[in-house]
């Protein structure tokens, strides 16, 4: 069965960290443009990071920059997304989704795969 699935997220406090994880089943991650996305209630969903699958390439969103990283782990199928000093307008569901082909990766449109989210919370 062909699935992603996130991990990681959870309740910290301003300024902590969480390191969120995109896990595949049923194909291989490698040659996929991974991106990863987030979506506040009553906001759309919005891109926050991306890695390409031919060349590594990555590309944060404003609000990612600096702050958080993206990263694969071939051996294990999976990207990563690390977050530092984590602000409550952090707060949302994370999603990660893999796609090929995909010519604006820091938009929701043209993946293959979604993930069913993980929610992230920042308390003040």
């Known amino acids: 069965q062909v699935q992603l699935v996130e991990s990681g997220g959870g309740l910290v406090q301003l300024g902590g960290s969480l390191r969120l994880s995109c896990t595949a089943s049923g194909f291989t991650l490698d040659y996929y443009t991974v991106g990863w996305f987030r979506q506040a209630p009553g906001k759309e969903r919005e891109g926050v990071s991306c890695?390409?699958?031919?060349?590594?390439?990555?590309d944060y969103a404003d609000c990612g920059k600096g702050r958080f990283t993206i990263s694969r782990d071939y051996a294990k199928n999976l990207v990563s997304l690390q977050m530092n000093s984590l602000k409550p307008e952090d707060t949302a569901v994370y999603y990660c989704a893999a796609g090929r082909g995909i010519m604006a990766p820091l938009l929701p449109y043209g993946y293959d795969y979604w993930g069913q989210g993980t929610q992230v919370t920042v308390s003040s």
């Open positions: 890695i390409s699958g031919s060349d590594g390439i990555t």
